[in-house]
């Protein structure tokens, strides 16, 4: 198991930049953990208190933050007080990301909008996330990750076709919306390359995900399918499915045609990939139903083990269906250190979380510092280092309720 220490010295093929992250809850953190993992300086402003909602999520342990909030310094400042407003300002002139994800017309309320804070950091990159984007009719709106994913058409294909539209167990629409705002902030970046000036990437939850809806939209205009909820598979992709062992369940997914070849094979029945009924693409899909059952009716005679040794001989695509603890116990998972250890965590000791991706050869990332335990944590370092206040300046502004 990798461990915290271990990845002393890899400083990640963003050393040097310097975010600044005002966002709460999952897209706009997310954005800065995903640029924080590359390398990147994040300072993250919380409000002073509580600080982010995220520090209290996790379903059985508050945990969710230790990984959000990794590679970051917490900072704790009341954005609504108008010494705040100047702090943020001060700090982000020093900036070259600045990540929000507040309701379109927030920032510029607090003097923190983007032409405000160009006007000092001409170069600066701002990350803006929003339910809407910050144009047109529902702009102003409120919006959260399920909103961008029933509008963006994720919702209404996702589930059984005789039940009301299910979700992802994870915030999906939300990490979409945030990893698009990286990527949009290194494109970004290489423009500044070329113009030395900065922009505004303005990214909607609605948008991210109907980036990833395929086909979606010109199969309807083209034909006037508009794609339904199919339960666990895809219509018209076979065989391609979760089938039934004696001991558990297995995914195979073999629906080309030479995979095909080499699945029937390994169930002792090569005749099937010469006959009619399933010898192409298309006709597959128009017997998926009773392909999956033929498949199905084979698999329920073997374990998991065996089926995945035949999987493996034949050259078949498949694969278990993993929870926590199967992949903390995959030796692949531990060769790839795709799970971190924290050994020395103050609260949750020997706290193994997912590693940073993806790799690089040169110059790999990783998780560098665990999440910031307390509220305003590095304010001494941060606003002493970056902004020369000492520790009366501080202390007169914790007493004021600034940070």
Not at 40 to 50: D, Q, R
Not at 87 to 95: D, K, P, S, V, Y
Not at 158 to 166: N, Y
Not at 351 to 359: E, N, R, V, Y
Request: charged share 20%; net charge negative.
């Amino acid at each position: 198991m990798t461990q915290l220490s271990d990845f002393t010295g890899k400083t990640g093929p963003l050393e040097g930049l310097v975010v600044v992250e005002a966002g709460q809850l999952i897209a706009g953190p997310f954005c800065g953990q995903l640029l924080g993992d590359m390398g990147a300086t994040v300072i993250k402003l919380e409000p002073p208190g509580a600080g982010d909602p995220m520090r209290q999520w996790g379903q059985g342990a508050p945990v969710w933050w230790e990984v959000i909030a990794r590679n970051k310094k917490s900072v704790s400042l009341n954005l609504r007080k108008p010494e705040g407003q100047d702090l943020a300002r001060r700090l982000i002139a020093t900036a070259d990301i600045f990540v929000e994800n507040f309701r379109p017309g927030t920032m510029e309320g607090w003097g923190l909008g983007p032409e405000r804070l160009q006007e000092t950091n001409p170069g600066l990159i701002v990350v803006r996330m929003s339910g809407y984007g910050q144009s047109g009719p529902y702009a102003q709106r409120a919006g959260f990750g399920g909103i961008g994913e029933a509008m963006g058409g994720w919702r209404a294909i996702v589930g059984e076709p005789d039940r009301p539209p299910s979700r992802m167990g994870v915030s999906i629409g939300d990490s979409l919306c945030a990893t698009y705002g990286a990527m949009g902030a290194l494109a970004a970046l290489r423009a500044r390359d070329a113009t030395g000036k900065g922009q505004v990437v303005d990214c909607a939850l609605y948008e991210s995900v109907l980036q990833v809806m395929e086909g979606l939209i010109p199969e309807y205009v083209a034909t006037g399918h508009a794609r339904k909820r199919s339960g666990a598979i895809l219509p018209g992709i076979a065989p391609s499915n979760v089938y039934p062992c004696r001991d558990g369940e297995y995914l195979i997914g073999a629906n080309g045609d030479g995979v095909f070849r080499r699945l029937c094979e390994a169930m002792g029945r090569p005749e099937l990939a010469d006959d009619a009924r399933y010898a192409t693409h298309a006709a597959r899909g128009e017997r998926q139903t009773e392909l999956d059952e033929l498949i199905a009716d084979w698999t329920r005679t073997l374990t998991v083990d065996q089926l995945e040794a035949l999987m493996l001989e034949h050259g078949v695509p498949a694969g278990r269906i993993y929870g926590p603890a199967d992949m903390l116990d995959d030796p692949h998972f531990a060769a790839r250190e795709a799970i971190v250890e924290m050994t020395d965590h103050p609260r949750w000791p020997g706290l193994k979380m997912q590693g940073a991706f993806p790799k690089f050869s040169k110059t790999p990332g990783g998780v560098r510092a665990m999440a910031p335990q307390t509220v305003g944590e590095h304010n001494a370092e941060v606003l002493g280092g970056r902004l020369g206040l000492d520790d009366a300046a501080l202390e007169k502004l914790a007493a004021a309720g600034v940070i």
